[in-house]
């Protein structure tokens, strides 16, 4: 672990993974480049703080409660006030501890007064007032995800809902959300580090849109950058899968989903749903799953922007193919001649 300086503490990274979820954004971040975690982790980028990542991931030296030097030790250690700053991270949804008679939902190691499981939500209370920011990673820990359907018997919800959508750090800052089922790695990743420099001072407020996802990478639809974007515009779209032609008559959301992932790929800029040809199922939106189900079945309005879609893009197609045939071929003066045939005109 980096040592303490006078003139500029260490961040603790805790990442807690106690919640309603499947790890899936602990093992996309392990593919993520830019930048890597690694890079992140070891300081190897310009102007970051010193840092220590406390992730049960890679925590694997001393067992959760044994050894000398245990790993829910640092949890602990920041709610009794002895970490001066540190950065929240939760993934998987949080259940309502409030509704159950016995027992508990989930928890994250053990209470040390009583030896009994500590619940994610007491985690939740204990160190959110004391962290520097509070990173909710993965749709289940932003917005409830899968646990949080209709139905479901826990009260599951996201971090927003649990703290206050208006909740903020005692460094000023909101709640920062990366959605995602799981969260795209170079999206988390590219987040944790601008919370870094945040953190140090040599960023600003990180912005964030109206659901508390950050603006540069949920700006747009997907379908505003899908490679399939055109096919639409042109009314045509894809019957059955492994068509090229755009997919929303399959069922895909992309039009009016905020997620990147088509325009940045997967790793290293390849990949991602519609780019392999699956459906955008939206797992980036407050209202996934309930909003977006029945998968796979054309979504209400795309029946009737594709239907319009069709009509005008009968005649766009028409005028596009007139304008191909005459572009698709080279000048008429580009042939072996006795003259010349360029309308050049000498001037001496």
């Not at 102007?47 to 049960?56: E, K, M, S, T």
């Not at 991270?89 to 309502?96: D, K, R, T």
């Amino acid at each position: 672990m980096p040592a303490e300086t006078d003139t500029e503490p260490v961040v603790h990274l805790l990442w807690i993974n106690g919640g309603l979820g499947c790890d899936g954004e602990s093992v996309a971040l392990t593919a993520a480049t830019q930048p890597s975690i690694e890079d992140i982790a070891l300081g190897a980028l310009p102007g970051l703080p010193p840092l220590a990542v406390h992730w049960p991931l890679i925590d694997f030296e001393c067992g959760p409660e044994q050894g000398a030097d245990s790993f829910i030790e640092w949890w602990h250690k920041a709610d009794r006030g002895e970490l001066e700053r540190f950065v929240l991270v939760v993934e998987g949804s949080i259940p309502n501890e409030a509704i159950k008679k016995e027992g508990y939902w989930s928890g994250f190691g053990n209470n040390p007064e009583t030896g009994q499981p500590m619940t994610t939500s007491e985690w939740l209370d204990r160190l959110t007032p004391r962290a520097v920011a509070v990173l909710a990673v993965g749709t289940c820990a932003t917005y409830g995800g899968i646990h949080a359907m209709a139905g479901n018997p826990t009260g599951a919800m996201g971090v927003p809902d649990y703290l206050g959508w208006d909740w903020k750090s005692r460094a000023g800052i909101p709640i920062v959300c990366v959605p995602g089922c799981p969260s795209h790695p170079d999206n988390l990743s590219e987040t944790i580090l601008y919370l870094l420099y945040q953190i140090a001072g040599v960023a600003p407020m990180i912005p964030l849109d109206e659901a508390l996802r950050p603006n540069w990478l949920f700006g747009m639809t997907v379908h505003e950058g899908c490679d399939r974007a055109g096919f639409y515009e042109q009314g045509e779209f894809a019957k059955e899968y492994g068509s090229p032609k755009c997919l929303v008559k399959l069922g895909c959301w992309g039009p009016v989903v905020k997620c990147n992932v088509p325009k940045r790929g997967w790793i290293n800029g390849v990949g991602g749903c519609p780019n392999v040809g699956g459906i955008c199922i939206a797992c980036t939106m407050p209202g996934f799953p309930d909003k977006f189900m029945p998968f796979m079945d054309t979504p209400p309005g795309a029946r009737v922007s594709s239907a319009a879609s069709g009509m005008y893009g009968t005649v766009i197609r028409a005028l596009r193919g007139f304008t191909m045939r005459t572009a698709d071929s080279e000048p008429r003066w580009r042939t072996k001649s006795d003259e010349l045939l360029t309308g050049y005109k000498a001037t001496w």
